[in-house]
Structure formats: structure tokens, C-alpha cells
């Protein structure tokens, strides 16, 4: 899962509605409070748990509703500063790639390349056109990868592709990699992968699963759903793709994502 991280606060131009929130415990884990504005403690108490003295604190948080332009640019800062985490665990981000290798070859289109954490296990390939629309990240990838001649990278959202810099039928593989469940319209966004495509061309599509696991961090990172093989399958083919290929992976950040996300 992606790593969270605590943002500044921000005031929304409406006036703020008050929403109580409640968590008991060894301090706020894994919850992102860029749109807290107030927070009042209201009770403290300590004891003994297993010999370890422990401290329990309740707080009551006002929390203030951005508006749709706010949260937006919100969640891909967001995204941003989790990237730039994870490009720090090149073992962790080493083995994503190593699952999804066996599908890669010939010149590829990276749907939402970010910062490039992906990207760097790509050069080897023919081609590689890296489209992001955060330009803070896509500044980044562009400086990153400079000294190679066969990457590049478009300033664009997938819904804007085919253009003329991600031209329609000229990639083997599009990769999109936790990048569909940020789309409201998926099945739109799918069909635009298969129009990049060229003939015998494949689609790449890694998205985090199981809706149960749904929570506060998704909602921080701008994510609209998350999948099933059926609900992503169900999607492919309403897209006119046909899966041919599908597995879970990473059954422990699952876990993990659904106890504290």
C-alpha cells in the first residue's frame, strides 16, 4: 500500500461543517489530517497494558469540507508526497515490477508515471512516453531521466490521449498502475488504454482491491473505488478488452491497509 504522510492544514472559502470523530488509542495511525482544523483534547488516561505503561488520549476533531477544485489538487499533492516515500523502497517497488514484467515488451506508454518510480525499470525498453498531469511530479521524472533518449514524457491526463504526442495504435503495452481507481469514468478510461494500443497490443492494470478495505487514507488520495477481479473484469470488457490474465498480489498490505486506512 502507499505510505501516507501528514500534510499542512488548509481552511475551505465555505464556512466549515463540524464533524465529531472519535479514535482511542496509541496516538492517530495512518490517518491523514490536511483537512483538520481544530482539534480538542477532552479526555486522558493512563494505565498498565501487558506491563507496558500506556497513555490513551480522546479527541474531538472539526474537520473542514474543501470543495471539489481543493480536494482534487489536494489528493494529488497527496499522491506526490507518497511517491516520493516510496521511491525510497526499491526492493518494495523492484518486486511490483518483477510481478507485472512478464506482460511488458516493445514501446510503452506509462499511464500516470509520477515521479518515475516505475519508469526507472523501464528503460531497457524500446520506447517509453510517460504521461502525468501534476507538474510538480512530472518536473521531476523529466529531470530524473534526461540523459535518456528513449523516454519521454506529456503533460496530459489518460482522458486527453490518443494526441499527438501519445499517438492512437503505437504502443505493445500501457502500463497503468494504481492510477484507474483515481478515474470516475473507468470503463472510459480502459477503452482509451485499448485505443493506445497497436495490433497484439496489451493493457498493464495494477488498482488497489477489495472495496471492505475502502477508508479515509483512500478518500485522502482522490480514489473513487476499489476492485475485485470480478468488478475489474466486469470493467475490461465493457471497455471491449478481454482480460487474459488476473491474480491478487500482496495480501499483507491489504491487511494492513484495512486496519489503518
Known sequence: SRASA?????????????????????????????????RTTIGVWTGQVAGVHCRWTAMEVSIALPDAAAA??????????SLELIDELYNYNHWIFSRIRPFISGSICEIGCGIGVITQFLLAQKRVVGIEPFEKSLNRARRRFADHLNVSFSACRLQQCPNDEVPAGSFDTVVCLNVLEHIEEDVEALRRMGMLCGVRGQAVVLVPAHMSAYGCMDRSYGHVRRYSRKSLGRAFTQAGLRVTRSFYMNAIGYLGWLVEG
Open 6 to 38: 501528514t500534510r499542512s492544514a488548509y481552511a475551505a472559502t465555505a464556512r466549515p461543517r463540524t464533524t465529531p470523530r472519535w479514535r482511542l488509542g496509541l496516538g492517530l495511525i495512518g490517518t491523514p489530517w490536511h483537512t483538520a482544523i481544530e
Open 72 to 81: 482534487a489538487l489536494s489528493a494529488d499533492r497527496e499522491v506526490h508526497t
